[in-house]
């Protein structure tokens, strides 16, 4: 090559760096161009084998990094993950985000991914319908696709996943023989564990075809049918009274503007007396996800604001009585996904393709970056109708007795029942 | 009396019942008249002794209550928190409250009592100035004016009001050396309790002329005038950097209007990397307190929804770690004071008079109602800076070893630090 596309590319690369921030990260023409933030060590190279890429980069960085990296033509050496943490770093710092045209295309997407009752189905289909043995490569044994709780940072993957499942059913104080409604129920886990440990029935809400079919077969093998019921259905669609209403890792494939729909489902199926919980991707700050996570990955998918998720319980009068933030718990599961995806990536590429691969490997460790810098959070509210008494005296019953996770929470009348007396 | 002004009586009552949505409490006229909802045994009898008691009962009655009880007017035989907690509930279900008259009053209201730094010192001054030997009648040892954490329903209310000071030095992990902020410190407790158990310096901010002079002869007794500074100012006066923003019943003081600028303030003390908690009764869902109660106990007061209070938080980008809701620990609380409270009652008439005594009463007893009712809430947040590490891998360390309550929270590296490292 000549002088001038030569200098053109160095420019142009000065121009990407400059787009991030000055982010730590090496940017390269291989054998034209070459431009590092100065008196930093860069934590990775961001190779850009195609001048399309290149100016794609400038023009759309949001769409332009992940399209150009899924089709291969920019590649990335050295830690992925801590680049991607460099640049939501660098780019919160200078906060560049104001410009319209991507505000634009990202309020477009919103109309054409917007969660309708078809549009959901559209949505859920493109994501969890991939194929179970695509997810069974890389997700626990049960198939649990949301946020885990480690006991220990060193915990199993296997067991962070009983762990937030117990967690979720000790919070909830679920009692035997109490009628429990799931809104998104993944590949069955929770309604299943929630049954079998807990003694509960649980009518499951999914619209997955996938995922039904496969939680139904192992309702069926454990001999669980009679008390799991899957419904391939939109939560939209719950009908029935209910002691509690539970959605785990649902809440981001609700469109903002159908919370207070939401609101009014969840007030129907369980009233002012019943008891709840949220699980949920969240943010310190309302944000849209990126584009190219929108387009590619989760069409439709939205992490509201603590402020925002509130929408769904204040209409209706509920009472907050605890918000946990598990933040570094979804770093962590996505750090066992991330490892266990890469060690069958041979085998997802013979399944797929290599652009498969890379979509989802981008996607795996953006979503990692993201809870490590704290760009996403995992928040879960536990809440009660206005009219029910408070589910603890104090959290104790929670924490005490941890090591028979798989037991349900002790019900000492000390603990549940306190006295209105005045003497 | 003849027949015409028995009959007035017996219309005025019925539409005073109509006015509580039929609460199960009796009304009378003495010699009169006498209205009971029918099918329910009343928890309490309303004694009117004075027709413009009554029509004021129905011109305005949540002014009108309040002051004939205060001026004897009125009075309560049997259950006066039953008899509140009825009409609570009752009012919650007829949801009569939507008449324009006390809606513009109590906006008002607001206007004259408002949280300007002039306001919010006279606002203050109202109601923590009474008296010292006032408030150490009735609350604990430690004069600790808010919301007490009880291990268990049975603990003492000094045992809980020590449980709380440590649940909340639990939960924001203090370290020794580590400098904290006090925003609205009371008679001092806190602050002291910090500095003294868990090592850290403490600048605490306060407006109370007679709480200031307390709590600092307090700490020149403990000898620890060193560590504990109580500055008579505003907590729009805080000034510093610190590494922990604390603030217990404080919030309530503060107008809706101006938590923006409490956001600001607060960043300003810890910036993104430290971290606080906001402890203050709440409510489900936005509304005010009752016209008498800002008018003869706590101006300018107001209790926000967990929405509106996140409007401190979310702003600055602070991430929410944790929200605790306490309320039937401040229902309790509320018995232990009313007790004593009751207990002392000759004792408060001769500092003051009986129509003091009458008030209080009506405050303390219309209080334990709210929080039993659920009218209000009491929400503890912790939260960190945007660019700090959760306090906790996870919450075991608050409930670990709950015996040496006043003692530093375990800081076992397995729990405080976790690692980012993929292999």
Not at 200 to 222: D, F, H
Not at 360 to 365: G, I, M, Q, V
Not at 408 to 420: I, L, M
Request: aromatic letters at 12%; hydrophobic letters at 40%.
């Amino acid at each position: 090559m000549g002088i001038l596309p030569r200098f053109a590319d160095r420019w142009l690369l000065s121009r990407v760096l400059e787009s991030t921030g000055s982010a730590p990260v090496r940017f390269l023409v291989p054998g034209n161009a070459d431009v590092s933030p100065s008196g930093v060590v860069p934590v990775a190279t961001v190779v850009i084998r195609d001048r399309g890429a290149l100016t794609g980069l400038l023009r759309d960085p949001e769409i332009g990094f992940g399209d150009a990296y899924m089709d291969g033509q920019i590649e990335v050496e050295g830690d992925l993950v801590g680049l991607l943490e460099a640049v939501y770093g660098a780019m919160e710092r200078s906060s560049a985000g104001g410009q319209w045209l991507p505000r634009l295309a990202s309020k477009w997407m919103d109309v054409w991914q917007y969660n309708s009752r078809r549009g959901s189905r559209n949505n859920i289909h493109r994501h969890y319908d991939v194929g179970n043995d695509f997810y069974k490569l890389w997700l626990d044994e049960r198939m649990v696709y949301t946020c885990a709780y480690f006991p220990a940072p060193s915990s199993t993957l296997e067991q962070a996943q009983i762990a937030k499942m117990d967690h979720v059913c000790r919070k909830l104080r679920l009692q035997p023989g109490e009628r429990v409604v799931e809104a998104g129920s993944g590949w069955g886990a929770l309604a299943l564990h929630m049954a079998r440990e807990y003694g509960v029935s649980v009518k499951a809400y999914n619209i997955s075809r996938e995922q039904i079919v496969y939680a139904r077969e192992r309702a069926r093998a454990e001999g669980m049918a009679g008390r799991v019921e899957y419904i391939e259905d939109d939560y939209r669609a719950i009908s029935g009274k209910f002691d509690v209403f539970v959605s785990v890792g649902m809440l981001e494939h609700v469109s903002l503007d159908r919370y207070h729909e939401f609101s009014g489902i969840l007030h129907r199926s369980i009233g002012d007396t019943g008891r709840g919980l949220l699980h949920f991707i969240g943010r310190n700050q309302p944000a849209v996800f990126s584009r190219w996570i929108r387009k590619r990955i989760f069409p439709g998918a939205f992490a509201p604001s603590l402020v925002q998720s509130l929408n769904v319980l204040e209409p209706k009068k509920y009472s907050v009585l605890d918000v946990e933030n598990l933040r570094m718990h979804y770093a962590k599961t996505l750090e066992h996904w991330l490892q266990r995806f890469e060690k069958s990536k041979h085998q997802i590429t013979a399944m797929y393709d290599s652009r498969f691969v890379r979509a989802w490997r981008l996607y795996l460790a953006g979503s990692l970056a993201a809870f490590r810098t704290g760009d996403l959070q995992l928040f879960q509210i536990l809440f009660t109708g206005s009219k029910r008494e408070p589910i603890y005296w104090t959290r104790d019953p929670i924490y005490a007795g941890q090591e028979s996770l798989a037991s349900p929470a002790p019900s000492t009348v000390e603990n549940v029942k306190w006295t209105h007396a005045m003497s």
